[in-house]
């Protein structure tokens, strides 16, 4: 995703933001292969990445003009260059640094990453007279390294308006489609390849084995890495930012800090204090599940801070979700510091503070300068200035499927590893377009208690990257009891999604819904009228606001 007029953000700067904040967080545990992933712009350039990691190998994604030499200090085992929205030839695409192919390591470009190639090595890129968009029929008419073993046709998935039509010098040319007259090509002299195609989308049948091919075959790559895999290196990492210091984790019993929490508690015991801060904004009967789940089963030390009122009053009046966000983001962290305040207690003072930071809250908030911003996560882009904590965000550079791998390893029950996601902001970002007041959030609350029995009740909760209720600010007119009405609108919003960067819209069994939107109307007397949202992301997100 490229930071442009519309919008989209980039992953290149908030990857440039994960390396200039810490170089050392992002690096991988120690004796594992790492593959570099070079984003130029591409919406798949995350996806990339996770495949790699799929295949066992850890990768970092990392903007393109981070440098040869910082690449060279992380000793990649190989670079993938990612796709990309401009053209090769246009006087500010971004460039290839030559360097970059004096490492000594395979690379592989893919799409705009193989354009660049072929450009920069002497071969023939222009603009095709039709682009190639979607679902292609490519064809190998020479395996070569690259695509040896896999079938002569086969479907791939195709983004571009530009084509190779000749390959660079002592490259061959392995494949075509019926726009691409050069779809693969490889040079196993140089150690370099590229497709044209995408092989990290489901769109393209084999493209996971030609990934595989690439890392283990022509990389070399050990392929031990796996998401439980860095528990330990993490632990010694929390140790070693740590010390002998105190350290105090905003828990919401969320799999995101629910995680943070324990691997911080591994690492450093009892010099650790969690803080559940009920806020108003959760779900029902939420926060007597948290403190019973780490105070009595976990045996984590746990203050509760009964806060409604407080976070109340500062979003009385707010109706702006980005004012929002940044009141309940400042919010917590002034509670936190409190409350660091008293743990002090005329002994040494809390100095960290834990947050289960992911890498897409990171990519969504922009992540560094020149970035638009999707919206603040009340964690990364809520954060107030005059923070008087150091961070301690041992998630930061994982997805969401990669947390819950390291929660099960940690052994959280299945019920937190696979809760389904929820806000840091809560419920008061689900009230759209009004004030957040207790009224509405308690109806929100009583409205999505029913969803949520329900879509566990058919069995679909584990299915469901999702389900949530918004409440507009919206009124209409029904009939109930043969009396007009003047009631509530209800949205139901259910998605599914493997990372939350892309999401597509649940298909419901209808008479689900109708169950569900029955029961809002008939045991919510506020509610007359009860609605689907039917949109994917992009181009909308999975939250309101």
């Known amino acids: 995703m490229s930071a442009t007029a519309d919008g989209v953000v980039t992953a290149a700067t908030a990857a440039s933001e994960l390396v200039e904040r810490d170089p050392a967080r992002v690096r991988p545990p120690r004796a594992l292969d790492e593959v570099v992933v070079l984003d130029y712009g591409g919406q798949y350039s995350q996806l990339i ?11 970092e994604l990392l903007p393109h003009h981070l440098g040869a030499a910082e690449i060279a200090r992380r000793k990649p085992k190989g670079l993938i260059l990612s796709g990309g929205p401009a053209s090769v030839y246009a006087p500010q695409a971004p460039r290839l640094e030559s360097e970059l192919l004096d490492l000594g390591v395979p690379v592989l470009g893919i799409c705009y990453g193989m354009q660049l190639l072929a450009f920069e090595l002497g071969g023939r890129v222009e603009a095709a007279e039709v682009g190639e968009f979607g679902r292609s029929e490519l064809t190998v008419r020479e395996p070569g390294r690259l695509l040896a073993g896999l079938p002569a046709e086969q479907t791939c998935w195709m983004s571009h308006r530009d084509t190779v039509l000749a390959p660079p010098p002592g490259f061959a040319a392995l494949a075509s489609s019926s726009e691409s007259p050069v779809a693969a090509l490889e040079d196993t002299e140089r150690n370099v390849y590229g497709i044209q195609f995408h092989p990290e989308v489901v769109h393209t049948p084999y493209g996971q084995d030609i990934l595989r091919r690439f890392l283990i075959d022509v990389c070399g790559c050990d392929t031990s890495w796996s998401p439980a895999s860095i528990v330990d290196e993490q632990i010694e990492r929390i140790r070693a930012q740590v010390a002998d210091g105190r350290v105090i984790c905003g828990l919401s019993g969320g799999v995101d800090s629910s995680v943070a929490a324990l691997l911080v508690h591994r690492a450093v015991g009892d010099q650790l204090t969690c803080v559940f801060v009920d806020h108003g904004l959760m779900r029902k009967n939420e926060g007597q599940q948290v403190i019973h789940a780490f105070r009595d089963t976990f045996k984590v030390p746990l203050v509760a801070v009964d806060a409604e009122e407080r976070f109340l009053a500062r979003l009385r009046g707010v109706t702006d979700p980005e004012t929002k966000r940044k009141a309940i ?10 409350e660091a305040g008293k743990l002090s207690g005329g002994t040494a003072a809390v100095r960290y503070l834990v947050q289960g930071t992911l890498y897409s809250d990171v990519i969504e908030s922009g992540g560094g300068t020149g970035a638009a911003t999707i919206k603040s996560h009340h964690n990364v882009g809520g954060l107030p200035q005059d923070l008087q904590f150091e961070l301690v965000e041992p998630l930061r550079t994982l997805f969401k499927d990669e947390v819950r791998a390291v929660g099960a390893e940690l052994g959280l ?92 819209w649940a298909r419901l069994p209808y008479d689900l819904l109708e169950t569900i939107a029955s029961r809002m109307i008939n045991e919510l007397r506020e509610v007359n009228r009860v609605v689907l949202d039917i949109t994917s992301k992009p181009p909308g997100t999975i939250e309101w606001e």
């Open 413 to 504: 029950p299945e019920r937190l590893v696979w809760r389904q996601p929820f806000p840091g902001p809560g419920l008061a970002i689900r009230v759209v377009g009004g004030e957040a007041t207790r009224e509405r959030l308690d109806l929100l609350r009583d409205a999505d208690h029913i969803l949520q029995e329900e879509i566990r009740k058919a069995g679909l909760y584990r299915e469901l990257w999702q389900s949530f209720c918004v409440l507009p600010d919206v009124r209409t007119v029904g009939v109930q009891g043969d009396e007009r009405t003047y009631g509530n609108v209800v949205v139901i919003r259910a998605v599914t999604s493997d990372d939350a960067m892309t999401a597509d």
């Open 49 to 59: 990445a996770r495949r790699v990691r799929e295949c066992g190998v850890f990768s």
């Open 329 to 338: 983001g400042e919010e917590f962290i002034r509670v936190f510091e409190e």
